[in-house]
T-cell receptor
Framework: LAKTTQPISMDSYEGQEVNITCSHN???????ITWYQQFPSQGPRFIIQ???TKVTNEVASLFIPADRKSSTLSLPRVSLSDTAVYYC???????????FGPGTSLSVIP | GAVVSQHPSRVICKSGTSVKIECRSL??????MFWYRQFPKQSLMLMAT?????????EQGVEKDKFLINHASLTLSTLTVTSAHPEDSSFYIC????????????FGPGTRLTVT
């Protein structure tokens, strides 16, 4: 299973763009990159998933360089409600299980 | 779409009793479901992978006789914590993977278990 590395914590002011980078050096050809958000005492919530280049949805963008050894989750104009833990996961299409790393605890400051 | 529910959302039980937690995929079929536990300020730890109609696969260090998993249908998996002890108190989260997709995984809201 591909191991991921991301910052343990980040702080940001309200209204700023936040970029969280995740390293996954041993990502395999058939792996997807998925990001989840988790609030205290809740299950993780799917944010975005991608394979290469750039993916955008209504809440975030995901940038994946050509070598796919890293990815960056971009949250535009964060608000206090974006304070949460963000997990970067590498998901294999041929394996069943997903292993969570420690995630990045994002604190948005007024 | 892709909603996963858990019941109960929180439960308090006495030491030595058993507790059953249900995980349901409400609007899709899930051949595979997963059970995680999460302690305060920690990440999710995978306990077991549950496949419909077959025995669950437990992660190393997870006691299969203590954490009984049953996946009897494509929309329901249950986790039974047998002879619960205070150290089993934790947040238990299930997730379900769509039958037609091997990489889309949706999580339930979690169950807070407190053993007194």
């Amino acid at each position: 299973l591909a191991k991921t590395t991301q910052p343990i914590s980040m702080d940001s002011y309200e209204g700023q763009e936040v970029n969280i980078t995740c390293s996954h050096n041993n990502i395999a050809t058939n792996d997807y990159i998925t990001w989840y958000q988790q609030f205290p005492s809740q299950g993780p919530r799917f944010i975005i998933q991608g394979y290469k280049t750039k993916v955008t949805n209504e809440v975030a963008s995901l940038f994946i360089p050509a070598d796919r050894k890293s990815s960056t989750l971009s949250l535009p104009r964060v608000s206090l409600s974006d304070t949460a833990v963000y997990y970067c996961l590498v998901v294999k299409t041929s394996y069943d299980k997903v292993i969570f790393g420690p995630g990045t605890s994002l604190s948005v400051i007024p | 779409g892709a909603v996963v529910s858990q019941h109960p959302s929180r439960v308090i039980c006495k030491s030595g009793t058993s507790v059953k937690i249900e995980c349901r995929s409400l609007d899709f079929q899930a051949t595979t479901m997963f059970w995680y536990r999460q302690f305060p300020k920690q990440s999710l730890m995978l306990m077991a992978t549950s496949n419909e109609g077959s025995k669950a696969t437990y992660e190393q260090g997870v006691e299969k006789d203590k954490f009984l998993i049953n996946h009897a249908s494509l929309t329901l998996s249950t986790l039974t914590v047998t002879s619960a002890h205070p150290e089993d108190s934790s947040f238990y989260i299930c997730s379900a993977r769509r039958t037609e997709s091997t990489y889309e995984q949706y999580f339930g809201p979690g169950t807070r278990l407190t053993v007194t």
